[in-house]
């Protein structure tokens, strides 16, 4: 059988591996058990965490209940710290794994408030103190899930054990008793019964607990009498109480909410956790507490809380006394007696709990103790239920006869009121359903007086009579003739007026008397009066316009007033909705409130101090802004300064000052320009440029050549030209745009044919109107999208054939491009961009570094390789504009002389021209070139002296013919270095030129050469012959 050293290492093992490796939870937890479960100290089982040293300094507490509470606190906090490890090792971590914050309060609450939780955190790795917390170093790219799930394994092993610990389920308790002595001495538990008293007897065969009178009361049961029971030996001794509460012995306490009895050493109940109201001492117990948090009801004894004002269960008031008692019934409450005999208190069948306030009363009293209300009628109880009582018997006293019992008043008198309330409740309910409201209803009843009637039906047809009947009685006690009504001193000489009320008035008086008419009309009718001499105070002195116009609004003096000031406000309504145009606001008015008053109606700034802002930007000297530039900025802030700052704002490129809401800038820059300014470069660019020059006309930024950036930019650039170009403008942008995106696709070519996409799309759409116009005059066999680029006018010679033998025919046989010579033969192989294959009928000599017009790619014209300024090669040291060319690009060949370049071809055996072909004009250079002039780059003949030998062109066209050749037939002219050319060439292309030792110069140069032309190709991008 293996060890417990064995064991422990085997389950650790399984365990870590089934962390790590993302295993199942079931297999984990087996693993954590069996650790938990290993009869060993704490000190000899766990090697990563101080989980001795954690226990001690993380148990609190006197006694072993407050020492499991502590180590309650101790797991809690172990499981967070295990969640931790767990997100750790998972494959698929948390986003924020690498940091623990302070600031959580999941974290304050438990790992930082117990000793030794950041002490776990650094094993997992989190080492680096932050401000606001804990992260992993910089350099450490993931954790080591090894390490972390070792530390893990060990922490969920200990939280096992803690648990086990508080829920007395440990099989090896004995371990943690030793380092921490409050757990050895248990206390003694309540009675499982009550859960107030201690716990005096214990029964073997019930296997619990109880005090003294539980199990007086539990075993006296006959097929409980024959339990074995134990006395329990209480380690307190606990004094009697009194009926008040408090303890007659100066070391226990009793609680005055739950009646349980504690030591004097606690400050708060152990059964209901309230805290100890009254101090120990007999002093304390005459001295009342200094604050009162709660108050007991003198009715019913519920303990309520201080702010209560009425009792939560009767709702009689804080300082009000126990109702008085009916003085035809007095209660009957004979005194507890100390021993229980059957009949008399302390019998379970002489004891009755009241329904209302749940206190135990005794019979033979009828009334509650406390609440005074009478004592339900008990249901009677079969007498083989009832188990037969153990206490003594008392020969029965004789009673006396008595008459039949009269009914008790009280209790009739609750009975009828709970009946009526429920009527009540079930008529309002039915009122609600339809429209009528609560105190409707109530009024109602109260008016009707017979059960049968329906609230509902009577408010119908009975209450319009009611209301204009108190309608009526108010108009008769306002007659002048009536000496009810008084006029008020200032309308003594002025003839009355006959109050007419409105139903509405009449129907709040009348619900707000109950239901009575002649109070209703009366109260109406003040209150009516009361309306009009506020109305009368506002301005408005006619009394009959008054009364007229409350019963129009049904009593209500806002729609009284609305009524009232109709028509002083009719000249300003007529004014506001006539078609004349408002007048322009004056800012120069000298009505300072006025101009406020209408700025604020007008442009709906929020506030007045706003206005008042706006007007003094307007009224300042020289002010250049607009009072809607004002207006929009002071809406937005009000900061003056800021607000100055906004209003004049400089564009950059016409200098002028405007408002920065009518400046405009880009998203890819902080720039602004004016709108102007913006409109106008925009619309240049379009007309006149390329897709790519639509950037900032200030920073030139940003640099387009990224596609994805491409897009990006250009799908916001479409928003904002779409509202300040021109319709012709705009459409020019997208018809760009789409130009673009086709040119990026390498199946895609221009027909020679078409002039615009859309007529391209239509050639090519077998049912359209212009293909099947176009089709018998023209074969389409080889030109659309695939084969015909660049030839500029169609021939019939074309037909059938490919772009490279129609070429290959006109030279043989067409005249006129034979005239042309060499010149035609350089223009037709120009330049083509190795990025959108776009050809130029230009040269390659001169500068070699070209810029494509149509898709702004920058390469060499001699080997096709690009130019730039951030070289991918990693020994590059060249830091500006730049490209690495072959040796074979004309980029170096153009410095050798005609003759090495044709002894080269001759070696090789290739053919080339030195005469012009019959009728080619000498004398000066036709070849088709870029030229720069005036910042322009215009194509033009070359215009150069030829010379004799070069077959009628200059000689640097000449060379370049002659390299046009070489590429062609892939002709290395490494063959032709001389010494210094080839060690150039070697350190050039990074390739190892040392002299071996007794090597002579020829056998170095010869070993170069191959070296060279073995390690170091020739141009892949060269344009050779196919």
């Not at 902080?670 to 900032?696: L, P, Y």
């Not at 994805?708 to 928003?719: P, Q």
């Not at 730049?882 to 053919?911: I, K, M, T």
């Not at 002219?973 to 002299?995: F, G, H, I, Q, T």
Request: overall charge neutral; aromatic content about 8%; hydrophobic content about 30%.
């Amino acid at each position: 059988m293996p060890s417990l050293s064995e064991q422990l290492q085997e389950a650790r093992s399984q365990g870590e591996v089934c962390l790590y490796s993302g295993g199942r939870v079931v297999e984990v937890r087996a693993g954590v058990m069996v650790m938990a479960q290993l009869p060993l100290p704490p000190c000899s089982k766990y090697h990563h965490i101080a989980a001795e040293t954690m226990v001690i300094e993380n148990s609190f507490g006197s006694n072993r209940k407050e020492t499991l509470t502590s180590l309650q606190r101790l797991s809690t906090a172990l499981n967070i710290l295990e969640k931790y490890g767990c997100n750790l090792t998972n494959p698929n971590r948390p986003k924020y794994w690498r940091t623990v914050k302070h600031n959580n309060p999941v974290f304050r609450a438990t790992v930082d408030a117990i000793q030794g939780g950041r002490a776990v955190l650094c094993l997992y790795g989190y080492s680096n103190q932050q401000p606001d917390g804990l992260s992993f170093p910089d350099d450490v790219a993931d954790p080591d899930v090894g390490k972390v799930a070792a530390i893990t394994l060990e922490v969920m092993s200990l939280r096992m054990e803690l648990e086990m610990l508080t829920k007395e389920t440990h099989p090896h308790p004995e371990f943690y008793e030793r380092i921490i002595p409050t757990l050895r001495h248990k206390l003694s538990e309540n009675c499982a019964v009550c859960g107030i008293f201690r716990m005096a007897v214990h029964c073997r065969t019930c296997l619990q607990g109880m005090c003294c009178e539980c199990d007086r009361v539990y075993h006296s049961f006959p097929e409980r009498a024959k339990h074995r029971r134990t006395a329990v030996p209480s380690t307190t001794s606990f004094a009697p109480t009194s009926k008040s509460g408090r303890s007659q012995s100066p070391s226990t306490w009793r609680c005055l909410h739950c009646t349980a009895v504690n030591s004097s050493q606690l400050a708060l109940c152990e059964g209901c956790e309230r805290p100890r109201s009254e101090s120990l001492g007999s002093a304390a117990d005459q001295s009342p507490p200094a604050t009162m948090t709660e108050w007991q009801c003198k009715s019913c004894t519920v303990v309520n809380a201080a702010g209560s004002i009425l009792c939560q269960v009767c709702e009689r008031p804080r300082l009000a006394t126990r109702p008085p008692l009916p003085p035809s019934h007095p209660p009957i409450t004979p005194p507890r007696p100390p021993a229980p005999v059957l009949g008399m208190p302390g019998d379970p069948d002489s004891q009755w709990v009241c329904q209302f306030c749940t206190y135990l009363n005794y019979s033979p009293a009828t009334v509650c103790e406390m609440c005074d209300l009478a004592r339900p009628e008990p249901a009677p109880l079969p007498s083989k239920l009832r188990p037969p009582s153990p206490v003594r018997r008392v020969p029965a006293l004789p009673v006396r006869g008595k008459g039949p019992t009269q009914r008790d008043p009280n209790s009739c008198r609750q009975r009828r009121m709970k009946e009526d309330g429920l009527k009540l409740i079930r008529l309002i309910r039915d009122g609600e359903k339809n429209g009528v409201s609560p105190e409707e209803v109530y009024t109602c009843v109260r008016v009707a007086k017979d059960s049968a009637v329906l609230p509902c039906k009577w408010l119908k047809s009975e209450l319009p009579r009611q209301l204009d009947e108190i309608s009526l009685l108010s108009a008769t006690l306002s007659h002048p003739s009536n000496r009810w009504y008084e006029a008020p001193a200032e309308d003594s000489g002025k003839a009355k007026v006959a109050v007419q009320l409105s139903r509405a008035e009449a129907k709040q008086a009348w619900l707000t008397t109950g239901g009575d008419s002649e109070r209703a009309a009366r109260q109406a009718l003040r209150e009516r009066l009361a309306k009009v001499k506020m109305l009368r105070s506002s301005g408005f002195g006619d009394e009959a316009h008054c009364h007229e116009v409350l019963r129009q609004s049904g009593g209500e003096v806002r729609g009284a007033l609305a009524f009232l000031q109709r028509p002083l406000l009719q000249p300003f309504h007529e004014r506001i909705w006539r078609d004349e145009p408002e007048p322009a606001l004056d800012i120069r008015h000298p009505d300072k409130q006025r101009i406020c008053r209408r700025l604020l109606a007008v442009y709906d700034l929020p506030s007045w101090g706003r206005c008042e802002l706006a007007l003094s930007l307007l009224r300042e000297h020289n002010a250049p802004y607009s009072l809607e530039d004002v207006v929009q900025a002071v809406r937005e802030s009000h900061d003056r300064e800021f607000i100055k700052r906004v209003l004049a704002k400089e564009c950059p490129i016409c200098l002028s000052v405007f408002p920065h809401s009518k400046m405009q800038s880009l998203t890819s820059c902080q720039c602004s320009v004016c709108c102007g300014c913006f409109q106008q470069h925009f619309t240049i660019a379009v007309r006149d440029k390329h897709i790519r020059d639509m950037v900032c006309p200030v920073c030139w930024e940003p640099d387009i050549n990224d596609p994805e950036d491409l897009n990006s930019y250009f799908s916001t650039l479409d928003i904002q030209l779409r509202e300040c170009l021109e319709a012709d403008v705009y459409e020019l942008f997208h018809k760009k745009l789409t130009e673009q995106a086709l040119i990026k696709d390498p199946k895609f070519l221009w027909c020679c044919h078409v002039s615009s996409l859309k007529s391209h799309e239509a050639l090519h759409d077998r049912t359209s109107p212009e293909r099947k116009a176009f089709s018998p005059s023209f074969p389409f066999l080889a030109c659309f999208f695939l084969s015909v680029f660049s030839c500029l006018q169609w021939e019939s010679q074309h037909a059938g054939l490919s772009c490279e033998q129609y070429q290959s025919w006109k030279r043989e046989n067409d005249p006129e491009y034979q005239k042309q010579g060499l010149a035609g033969y350089l223009r037709d192989n120009g330049i083509t961009c190795p990025n959108c294959r776009f050809q130029y009928a230009l040269s390659k000599g001169g500068c070699m570094h070209f810029c494509c017009s149509q898709c702004r790619y920058q390469f060499c014209s001699g080997c096709n390789n690009p130019f730039h300024t951030t070289c991918a090669v990693d020994e590059c040291t060249v830091s500006g504009l730049h490209a690495h060319h072959p040796r074979d690009c004309l980029f170096y060949l153009r410095d050798w002389e005609p003759s090495r370049l044709q002894a080269l071809l001759e070696n090789n055996d290739v053919a080339y021209n030195t005469e012009p072909p019959p009728g080619t004009q000498t004398g000066l250079c036709g070849v088709i070139e870029q030229k720069d002039d005036g910042g322009q780059q215009p194509d033009s003949a070359c215009g150069a002296q030829t010379q004799t030998g070069h077959a009628g062109l200059c000689e640097k066209h000449y060379r370049e013919y002659l390299v046009s050749l070489i590429n062609s037939n892939s002709i290395d002219p490494a063959r032709l270095y001389s010494s210094n050319e080839l060690l150039l060439a070697c350190r050039r292309y990074k390739v190892e030129d040392a002299r071996r030792d007794a090597e002579d110069a020829f056998n170095h140069y010869s070993r170069l050469l191959e070296k060279l032309m073995d390690e170091v190709p020739l141009g892949d991008k060269v344009p050779r012959k196919k």
